[in-house]
């Protein structure tokens, strides 16, 4: 009876946005139904999803691609544009969830767990970055963006493109360890290096950006691009960081009613991303990691709202992103995007195997790991603009071919780590066998995110 209602509930809203669109209703009555009809496929969409052993968040988005200007079109572009400030919205408090989760002490210690965790940031970050860069720089004269044109400026598009071979997202992996209840381990350091992969991405943008002016040809690169970035950046913390001290301000006097400090700190943070152009992710991000060290108390009780409240929320910002996913790209140039695409998933694959050296990573990392940095979206988008500002001479063709791309990593990502997560029978094993084992100085530890070392 229930799948029925839903059902029914779906076309019912489905015919009555077709009613709307065809009487000429207002945009903001068009963008409500659309949102309305578009959540409950969604909803249908991730319910089937997980009896299939697949992550919900991918069933919301294929249906939000079903629904959106690619399919049905039950939400077009115009409609899109408006819902965007609740897609902003709904993106902030995933970010301040994960923000509000993370914690670094294995930075702040020196010892086999920093050493680990760097060694695999190294990996993760530079071993994709240099593999994208050197194929992009031989096949420059065949390559779509670069035939024709000087070696300087190939080398800024292969600078580019490597740079967003280097950005993974922590946005589509908290729902899936939402989903698969695992918050230790593996999947805690994966989250973790992939935060501090946005965050390393940032500094090889501002830096790319900076040197771009004198090394280009003339006309190649817009000037201002790196303070741009620069401001978009340190805005969006300060924002983040400034939306955080005042809601523990709220916290402190008013111990009810959490829910509604997630729906004005969602609305602000999506007005300002709006108003501003600053980025939704790492407001987020600033905000739950603020929150988290200037308040732990109210932190907690703030984590066990956003459990509460996520399925909601997931189902919001992936149907929408589902919606808005461009893959017109792929259809001209597929070719050049899956080589782009596949040298990025070697890439983490061979970073892992190099971060494997070392004796302080676990075997699990070497073997599981690769497999849950392979998600992008959130900051890659951002990041997909400023490019695309930054280099008017191949501004929109540059955008396109890394959306798509971004878009293909947003599919495939999740299900690369709920395999990562289902088929880590073998770690948990060897944790379970090992449990009991003195500690040696000789052996591999294994991230584990409780503030110390694992024997394996």
Known sequence: MQWLMLVVTFIVAAILNRIARASGAPLEA???????SVMLLAYIAGTIAQRLRLPRIVGYMLAGFIAGPAWIRLVRGPELEALSPIASGALTLIAFAVGNELTFDALRVAGVRRTALLRILGGA?????????????????????TAHQPFR????????????????????????????????GLA????QVSVLQDLLA??????????????????AVAPGSATHALLIFAGSLVAGITLALAASQYLRVIRDHLAWVLVILALLASQVVRLLGLDAVLIGLAAGVTLRASAPSHSARVRGELERCAIPVYVVFFALVGSSLQLDALTEIWPWALLLIGLRVV???GGMRWAGRHPAVSGEWVE??????????GLAITLAAIFRRAFPEWNVSLQALLVAMIAVHQLA???????????????????????????????????????????Q
């Open 30 to 36: 068009l963008a409500t139904l659309a949102l309305g």
């Open 125 to 145: 970050s530079a071993v994709p970055f240099l593999a994208v860069t050197l194929v992009v720089l031989t096949v420059g004269p065949w390559f779509p963006l």
């Open 188 to 191: 805690e350091t994966t989250l």
């Open 368 to 377: 599981y790991g690769w497999l849950g940095l392979v998600s992008q979206g």
């Open 202 to 219: 940032l500094l090889l943008v501002v830096l790319l950006l900076a040197v771009a002016l004198p090394l280009g040809s003339a006309g």
């Open 153 to 184: 400026d190939v080398l800024l598009v292969a600078l580019s493109l490597g740079t967003l071979a280097a950005v993974s997202s922590p946005i589509p992996i908290w729902p899936v360890m939402h989903d698969a209840h695992e918050t230790n």
């Open 413 to 455: 990502g999740p299900i690369c780590f709920r395999w990562m997560l289902g088929g880590g029978w073998r770690w948990r094993r060897s944790r379970e066998v090992t449990r009991e084992v003195h500690e040696a100085p000789a052996t591999p530890f294994a991230l584990d995110g409780s503030g110390g070392g694992r024997v």
């Open 347 to 349: 890439g983490l694959w």
